[in-house]
């Protein structure tokens, strides 16, 4: 038995450069994992299957589950044909844009390439992910990258920011694809933001962070969801504090620089919310 941590992610930066010939986006995201984490408990059993059980009531817990689906997969490409017993202890809000999914699907792919010594390299475990989702390569990964194509293309780089994130899922269920279909031409970004994203977090300085911040999937979660957009601005009102949104939504977060006004930033909002999380980067 042994138990893997599945880490969140933000988006720092979310272009949308255009919509491919297979129907995806093609996209160029900063993504930063979290220490808001999932645990995943592996167990061989004797029976020739895989079974789930988890802590969250909204999840499916058949091969739609990204972390069965990730067992799957690696049974067959292994071909190691033993039974698996997972447990997830979910941390990380459902459907939010924290690719909760997907981490939990990385977090059984290097898990079981512990459990049964297979030798796989990350870059192998990432491959293996790409076909399970567009996320799951980085989550694979873990800490900071820039991700191309559709997200499954990962350049990851180091920096030393440990910023203290306040983030809160409101209670509205997002689309990702209603999102994406919904996001016009004109609102594609010429340039991709994550270079000056980069250069902004090695440079350890959380002020041109908030600058290069861009989602190019925001204005339209607003429009569609605007009670989305009611609490961004309540949570800007608030906490004098720019608002952000990872993914396709609804996850609002605050960047803060210190532990101490993450503290009162999450005080402030736990007044008036009732799912708030304080977290931080994961060191990089
Ligand atoms: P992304 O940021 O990659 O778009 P997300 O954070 O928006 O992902 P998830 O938390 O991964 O969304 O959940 C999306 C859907 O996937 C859920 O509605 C859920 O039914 C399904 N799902 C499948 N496996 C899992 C899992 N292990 N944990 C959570 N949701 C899962």
Not at 165 to 182: G, I, M, N
């Amino acid at each position: 038995m042994l138990v893997e941590r599945a880490y969140a992610k933000i988006n720092l930066t979310l272009d949308v450069l255009g919509k491919r010939q297979d129907g995806y986006h093609s996209v160029d995201m900063v993504m930063q994992t979290l220490d808001l984490s999932d645990l995943l408990w592996m167990e061989e059993m004797d029976q020739d299957a895989v079974i789930v059980d988890a802590t969250a009531p909204h999840i499916p817990l058949d091969h739609r589950n990204l972390a069965v689906a990730a067992a799957e997969l690696f049974r067959e490409r292994s071909g190691i044909r033993r039974g698996l017993r997972l447990k997830i202890e979910k941390n990380i809000p459902v459907a939010a844009g924290l690719a909760g999914g997907s981490a939990d699907a990385a977090a059984v792919l290097r898990g079981l390439n512990r459990l049964w010594q297979t030798g796989y390299s990350l870059d192998e475990l990432a491959d293996m992910g790409a076909e399970i989702g567009s996320d799951v390569p980085f989550c694979v990964y873990g800490g900071a990258a820039v991700a191309s194509g559709r997200g499954e293309r990962i350049h990851r780089f180091t920096h030393s920011l440990r910023a203290f994130v306040v983030l809160t899922r409101p209670p509205v269920f997002v689309s990702t694809a209603d999102v994406y279909e919904a996001t016009l031409p004109e609102q594609y970004a010429s340039a991709p933001a994550s270079p000056r994203m980069v250069k902004a977090l090695q440079e350890g300085d959380l002020e041109r962070v908030r600058q290069a911040y861009t989602n190019g999937l925001m204005a339209t979660t607003f429009r569609l969801y605007p009670e989305v957009r009611a609490l961004a601005d309540r949570i800007r009102t608030v906490t004098g504090q720019p608002v952000y949104m990872s993914g396709s939504g609804p996850t609002l977060y605050l960047l803060l620089p210190t532990q101490s006004q993450a503290q009162r930033t999450y005080n402030a909002l736990r007044g008036f919310i009732r799912d708030v999380h304080l977290c931080r980067f994961t060191p990089v």
